[in-house]
């Protein structure tokens, strides 16, 4: 069974900066593409960047130019560094393999998320 772990989130002011972090265990992570997805009170849960197993990115235009993902195969891992942070970024942020239905949709068992609290 697969297992997420995320990390890194945290209270930060606006235009400050964190790095997210997901350690994926029980899957051929290499293999996957990976997806950092958040939800804000209220809302749906949405996909904000994804990344291929050969490295290809791509954003939400919401965080396009200010929030970079990128994957460490050998410590099955994936990150999520936000720069210029902004209240609407704050939301807990999970990771997750993208597929389904929809583009927000996603194919593993949600772990439990890390909040980003951006203040003003």
């Known amino acids: 069974q697969v297992q997420l772990v995320e990390s890194g989130g945290g209270l930060v002011q606006a235009g400050g900066s964190l790095r997210l972090s997901c350690v994926v265990s029980?899957?051929?992570?290499?293999?996957?593409?990976m997806g950092w997805y958040r939800q804000a009170a209220g809302k749906q849960r949405e996909l904000v960047a994804d990344?291929?197993?050969?490295?290809?990115?791509t954003y939400a235009d919401s965080v396009k130019g200010r929030f970079t993902i990128s994957r460490d195969n050998g410590k099955n891992t994936v990150y999520l560094t936000m720069n210029s942070l902004k209240p609407e970024d704050t939301a807990v942020y999970y990771c997750?393999?993208?597929?389904?239905?929809?583009?927000?949709?996603?194919?593993?068992?949600w772990g439990q998320g890390t909040l980003v609290t951006v203040s003003s």
């Open positions: 997750n393999r993208p597929g389904g239905a929809s583009p927000d949709n996603a194919l593993y068992a």
């Open positions: 029980g899957s051929i992570f290499r293999f996957n593409a």
């Open positions: 990344i291929t197993s050969g490295g290809t990115s």
